[in-house]
Protein backbone atom coordinates (compact mmCIF):
# COMPACT_ATOMS: atom_id res chain seq x y z
CA UNK A 1 0.00 0.00 0.00
CA UNK A 2 1.10 3.46 -0.84
CA UNK A 3 1.41 6.19 1.54
CA UNK A 4 -1.24 7.86 -0.34
CA UNK A 5 -3.71 4.69 -0.31
CA UNK A 6 -2.44 4.35 3.17
CA UNK A 7 -3.38 7.99 4.31
CA UNK A 8 -6.50 8.12 2.24
CA UNK A 9 -8.12 5.24 4.21
CA UNK A 10 -6.54 6.36 8.13
CA UNK A 11 -8.67 9.25 7.52
CA UNK A 12 -11.75 8.06 5.89
CA UNK A 13 -11.35 5.51 8.88
CA UNK A 14 -10.26 5.77 11.92
CA UNK A 15 -8.44 9.23 12.06
CA UNK A 16 -12.24 10.66 10.39
CA UNK A 17 -13.62 12.01 13.97
CA UNK A 18 -10.58 13.05 15.00
CA UNK A 19 -10.30 15.33 12.06
CA UNK A 20 -13.12 17.42 12.32
CA UNK A 21 -12.54 18.67 15.74
CA UNK A 22 -8.63 18.75 15.59
CA UNK A 23 -8.18 22.80 14.60
CA UNK A 24 -11.12 24.02 16.24
CA UNK A 25 -10.88 21.60 19.84
CA UNK A 26 -7.67 20.75 20.62
CA UNK A 27 -5.34 23.23 17.81
CA UNK A 28 -6.86 26.94 18.24
CA UNK A 29 -3.50 28.50 18.41
CA UNK A 30 -2.38 26.98 15.36
CA UNK A 31 -5.55 27.33 13.74
CA UNK A 32 -5.89 30.92 14.52
CA UNK A 33 -2.48 31.67 13.72
CA UNK A 34 -2.50 29.43 10.05
CA UNK A 35 -5.57 31.81 9.37
CA UNK A 36 -4.11 35.08 10.06
CA UNK A 37 -0.88 34.53 7.66
CA UNK A 38 -3.30 33.31 5.30
CA UNK A 39 -5.30 36.62 5.34
CA UNK A 40 -2.52 38.60 5.07
CA UNK A 41 -1.00 37.81 1.91
CA UNK A 42 -3.78 35.98 0.25
CA UNK A 43 -5.91 38.85 -1.63
CA UNK A 44 -9.98 38.49 -1.87
CA UNK A 45 -11.51 36.69 -4.91
CA UNK A 46 -7.86 34.59 -5.33
CA UNK A 47 -8.34 31.20 -6.69
CA UNK A 48 -6.44 28.19 -3.97
CA UNK A 49 -5.23 25.25 -4.65
CA UNK A 50 -5.91 23.67 -1.07
CA UNK A 51 -3.56 19.83 -1.27
CA UNK A 52 -5.05 17.97 1.73
CA UNK A 53 -8.26 19.45 2.70
CA UNK A 54 -8.92 17.88 5.61
CA UNK A 55 -12.32 18.57 6.45
CA UNK A 56 -12.94 21.73 5.30
CA UNK A 57 -11.76 24.58 8.16
CA UNK A 58 -9.09 26.29 5.54
CA UNK A 59 -11.42 26.33 2.67
CA UNK A 60 -14.54 28.00 3.90
CA UNK A 61 -12.48 30.31 5.75
CA UNK A 62 -10.99 31.29 2.22
CA UNK A 63 -14.34 30.83 0.52
CA UNK A 64 -16.26 33.64 3.18
CA UNK A 65 -12.98 35.67 1.27
CA UNK A 66 -14.67 35.09 -2.10
CA UNK A 67 -11.62 32.75 -3.28
CA UNK A 68 -12.12 30.10 -5.47
CA UNK A 69 -10.41 26.80 -4.39
CA UNK A 70 -9.53 23.43 -5.60
CA UNK A 71 -10.11 21.23 -3.29
CA UNK A 72 -7.51 18.22 -3.30
CA UNK A 73 -7.18 14.96 -0.62
CA UNK A 74 -6.39 11.76 -0.83
CA UNK A 75 -9.35 10.60 1.30
CA UNK A 76 -12.86 11.16 -0.21
CA UNK A 77 -14.30 10.64 2.97
CA UNK A 78 -12.88 14.17 3.90
CA UNK A 79 -13.38 15.87 0.61
CA UNK A 80 -16.90 14.70 0.74
CA UNK A 81 -16.89 16.62 4.39
CA UNK A 82 -15.47 19.81 2.64
CA UNK A 83 -17.97 19.88 -0.01
CA UNK A 84 -20.68 19.32 2.49
CA UNK A 85 -19.41 22.14 5.19
CA UNK A 86 -18.71 24.70 1.89
CA UNK A 87 -22.25 23.86 0.36
CA UNK A 88 -23.53 24.84 4.14
CA UNK A 89 -22.05 27.41 4.29
CA UNK A 90 -23.66 28.62 1.15
CA UNK A 91 -19.79 28.68 -0.58
CA UNK A 92 -20.98 26.01 -3.56
CA UNK A 93 -20.06 28.34 -6.09
CA UNK A 94 -16.43 29.28 -4.67
CA UNK A 95 -15.25 25.25 -5.31
CA UNK A 96 -13.48 25.36 -8.34
CA UNK A 97 -12.97 21.72 -8.81
CA UNK A 98 -12.84 18.69 -6.52
CA UNK A 99 -10.22 16.28 -7.42
CA UNK A 100 -9.41 12.38 -5.45
CA UNK A 101 -5.45 12.90 -5.91
CA UNK A 102 -1.81 12.83 -4.21
CA UNK A 103 -0.09 15.67 -3.36
CA UNK A 104 2.79 14.07 -5.69
CA UNK A 105 0.56 14.31 -8.96
CA UNK A 106 -1.81 16.97 -8.99
CA UNK A 107 -2.40 15.87 -12.72
CA UNK A 108 -5.66 17.82 -13.05
CA UNK A 109 -4.84 21.44 -12.05
CA UNK A 110 -3.34 23.43 -14.71
CA UNK A 111 0.37 24.64 -15.06
CA UNK A 112 0.67 28.23 -13.15
CA UNK A 113 -3.27 28.36 -12.74
CA UNK A 114 -3.83 29.46 -9.05
CA UNK A 115 -2.56 32.76 -6.73
CA UNK A 116 -1.57 30.14 -3.80
CA UNK A 117 -1.33 26.46 -2.60
CA UNK A 118 -1.79 25.12 0.36
CA UNK A 119 0.48 21.77 1.88
CA UNK A 120 -0.69 21.97 4.93
CA UNK A 121 -0.91 18.75 5.70
CA UNK A 122 0.80 16.20 3.10
CA UNK A 123 4.09 16.61 3.44
CA UNK A 124 4.13 14.86 6.95
CA UNK A 125 2.44 11.60 5.25
CA UNK A 126 4.99 11.31 2.53
CA UNK A 127 7.93 9.10 4.31
CA UNK A 128 10.23 9.53 1.29
CA UNK A 129 12.15 12.65 0.65
CA UNK A 130 11.58 11.78 -3.10
CA UNK A 131 8.20 11.87 -2.58
CA UNK A 132 8.08 15.02 -0.26
CA UNK A 133 10.13 16.85 -3.33
CA UNK A 134 7.54 15.59 -5.71
CA UNK A 135 5.03 17.15 -3.38
CA UNK A 136 6.76 20.49 -3.88
CA UNK A 137 7.05 20.46 -7.17
CA UNK A 138 3.84 20.12 -7.66
CA UNK A 139 2.59 22.70 -5.72
CA UNK A 140 4.87 25.11 -7.31
CA UNK A 141 3.88 24.48 -10.79
CA UNK A 142 0.81 25.18 -10.47
CA UNK A 143 1.29 28.51 -8.92
CA UNK A 144 1.22 31.64 -10.76
CA UNK A 145 4.36 33.72 -10.52
CA UNK A 146 4.46 35.46 -7.76
CA UNK A 147 2.14 32.56 -6.19
CA UNK A 148 2.77 31.88 -2.50
CA UNK A 149 3.12 28.27 -0.99
CA UNK A 150 1.71 27.32 2.36
CA UNK A 151 3.00 24.41 3.80
CA UNK A 152 3.01 22.45 7.35
CA UNK A 153 5.65 20.10 8.89
CA UNK A 154 5.59 18.01 12.06
CA UNK A 155 8.43 19.10 14.61
CA UNK A 156 10.36 15.79 15.27
CA UNK A 157 10.78 16.83 19.43
CA UNK A 158 6.85 17.25 20.95
CA UNK A 159 6.84 13.00 20.10
CA UNK A 160 9.43 12.74 22.82
CA UNK A 161 7.82 15.31 25.16
CA UNK A 162 4.36 13.79 24.38
CA UNK A 163 5.56 10.02 24.96
CA UNK A 164 7.31 11.45 28.38
CA UNK A 165 4.24 12.72 29.48
CA UNK A 166 1.92 9.79 28.63
CA UNK A 167 4.07 6.46 28.74
CA UNK A 168 7.38 7.78 30.66
CA UNK A 169 8.38 4.06 31.21
CA UNK A 170 8.55 3.02 27.79
CA UNK A 171 11.92 4.53 26.97
CA UNK A 172 13.82 1.70 27.10
CA UNK A 173 11.30 -0.83 25.38
CA UNK A 174 11.00 1.97 22.76
CA UNK A 175 14.81 2.37 22.11
CA UNK A 176 15.45 0.58 18.88
CA UNK A 177 12.50 3.18 17.26
CA UNK A 178 13.61 5.91 19.00
CA UNK A 179 17.10 5.67 17.36
CA UNK A 180 16.03 5.34 14.14
CA UNK A 181 13.14 8.00 14.61
CA UNK A 182 16.32 10.56 15.55
CA UNK A 183 18.24 9.26 12.35
CA UNK A 184 14.72 9.50 9.65
CA UNK A 185 11.78 11.04 11.62
CA UNK A 186 9.87 8.54 10.40
CA UNK A 187 6.69 6.96 12.54
CA UNK A 188 4.14 4.42 12.34
CA UNK A 189 0.67 3.72 13.11
CA UNK A 190 2.14 1.73 16.36
CA UNK A 191 4.12 4.99 17.45
CA UNK A 192 1.97 7.74 16.48
CA UNK A 193 -1.55 6.36 16.07
CA UNK A 194 -3.44 9.48 15.49
CA UNK A 195 -1.14 10.14 12.34
CA UNK A 196 -0.51 6.45 11.30
CA UNK A 197 3.00 6.25 9.12
CA UNK A 198 4.40 9.94 8.49
CA UNK A 199 7.25 11.83 9.08
CA UNK A 200 8.55 14.33 11.48
CA UNK A 201 10.95 16.92 10.28
CA UNK A 202 13.55 19.47 11.62
CA UNK A 203 13.94 23.13 11.49
CA UNK A 204 16.87 22.41 8.90
CA UNK A 205 15.28 20.05 6.81
CA UNK A 206 12.17 21.49 6.33
CA UNK A 207 13.78 25.20 5.20
CA UNK A 208 15.65 22.75 2.73
CA UNK A 209 13.04 21.11 0.84
CA UNK A 210 11.94 24.48 -0.39
CA UNK A 211 15.29 25.96 -1.14
CA UNK A 212 16.10 25.63 -4.33
CA UNK A 213 12.30 26.55 -5.87
CA UNK A 214 10.95 29.62 -3.57
CA UNK A 215 11.98 33.04 -2.10
CA UNK A 216 11.11 31.91 2.01
CA UNK A 217 8.61 35.16 3.31
CA UNK A 218 8.21 33.35 6.84
CA UNK A 219 9.06 29.93 8.70
CA UNK A 220 7.15 30.07 11.94
CA UNK A 221 6.86 27.53 14.90
CA UNK A 222 2.97 28.33 14.86
CA UNK A 223 2.35 27.68 18.66
CA UNK A 224 5.36 28.46 20.06
CA UNK A 225 4.85 28.76 23.76
CA UNK A 226 1.24 27.64 24.15
CA UNK A 227 1.44 24.00 22.24
CA UNK A 228 0.88 21.82 24.82
CA UNK A 229 -1.90 24.41 26.17
CA UNK A 230 -3.79 25.53 23.22
CA UNK A 231 -7.19 24.46 23.97
CA UNK A 232 -6.85 27.27 26.61
CA UNK A 233 -7.51 29.24 24.11
CA UNK A 234 -11.00 29.20 23.38
CA UNK A 235 -11.68 29.71 27.02
CA UNK A 236 -10.77 33.67 26.84
CA UNK A 237 -12.17 37.12 25.25
CA UNK A 238 -11.51 37.96 22.00
CA UNK A 239 -9.06 40.84 22.87
CA UNK A 240 -7.57 38.32 24.91
CA UNK A 241 -7.23 36.07 22.32
CA UNK A 242 -5.34 38.92 19.93
CA UNK A 243 -2.85 39.80 22.48
CA UNK A 244 -1.63 35.94 22.75
CA UNK A 245 -1.76 35.29 19.07
CA UNK A 246 0.59 38.06 18.98
CA UNK A 247 2.95 36.97 21.27
CA UNK A 248 3.03 33.32 19.73
CA UNK A 249 3.50 34.90 16.23
CA UNK A 250 6.71 37.29 18.04
CA UNK A 251 8.18 34.49 19.27
CA UNK A 252 7.19 31.89 17.09
CA UNK A 253 9.48 33.18 14.57
CA UNK A 254 12.98 32.54 17.27
CA UNK A 255 14.72 29.23 17.49
CA UNK A 256 13.15 29.17 21.12
CA UNK A 257 9.59 29.14 19.50
CA UNK A 258 10.59 27.08 16.95
CA UNK A 259 12.00 24.26 19.23
CA UNK A 260 8.91 24.66 21.20
CA UNK A 261 5.98 24.29 18.56
CA UNK A 262 4.17 20.84 17.22
CA UNK A 263 4.28 22.54 14.21
CA UNK A 264 6.10 24.52 11.51
CA UNK A 265 4.83 27.02 8.79
CA UNK A 266 7.08 28.15 5.89
CA UNK A 267 5.41 30.84 3.40
CA UNK A 268 6.94 30.88 0.01
CA UNK A 269 6.82 32.84 -2.94
CA UNK A 270 7.34 31.53 -6.54
CA UNK A 271 9.96 33.79 -8.39
CA UNK A 272 10.77 32.30 -11.46
Given at each position: MTDAEFTGQHYSQSAFKYETRRLTDLAPVEFSITKRLLDRWIPQG?????????VGHYSAHLAARGCRIHLVDVSQRLLDAAVARLRGAGFTTQVASVNLLSATDLSTLRDSSCDAALLLGPLYHLRELADRRR?????VRVLKHGGLLYA??????????????????????????????LRDGGVDPEHAPPLGFGHLTTVAEFRELFAELLEPAVFLGVESFTAAWQPTLNELPADEVEAWLDLVEKTGATPEGLGASDHFLYVGRKVS
Open positions: ATIAEIGVGAVREAAGINRLPYFRDLFRESPREAIARREFHEQF
